[in-house]
């Protein structure tokens, strides 16, 4: 009888162990179609506002202060608000990070504007060098689905004889 119990108890404590499957690790999370397609949008401003970065820095340099101030607060005046709808937008580990990299990248544009106030070009110079990099971090938090743009036109090819045609006529000359 014991050993008939005993053979009972391993049978069933070896079918609860089968059945218990392995540990599953926890699935990281990701981002939704639905996600992506608003963080496209969302993210939309602030790639435009990185591709304008180079006419401040432009201003800046020819240290036309007031034309500074004017795009600080003229084509970058949306971009904290386009930045927060970023943030709230990403997974919840990078919301943090984002929120302090955009509070970072604020805190260099308004010190550009108080440097071209006082005409200052050392400190602009470096204050938007530093704001550029915190522009380009927060950017990287962006999954790269998001980043992908749909519209890409492809470069027409050009026909070979054409090329060749241009180069003879060019020796020629």
Known sequence: MRSILSLVLVVFATFLVSCSGPNQSAVPPTYSSEQIAQLKISVSPVLTARDRMPELE?????KEWVDTDTFIHGPLGQLRRD?????????????GESRSLAKEFFGHIEAIGVAAKGKNLRVANQQYNNALEDLEQFISLVPEAALASENVVAEPEMDESATETVVEEADAA
């Open 58 to 62: 432009d201003l800046i340099v020819s």
């Open 83 to 95: 930045m927060s709808y970023v943030s709230r937008s990403l997974l919840k580990e990078d919301q």
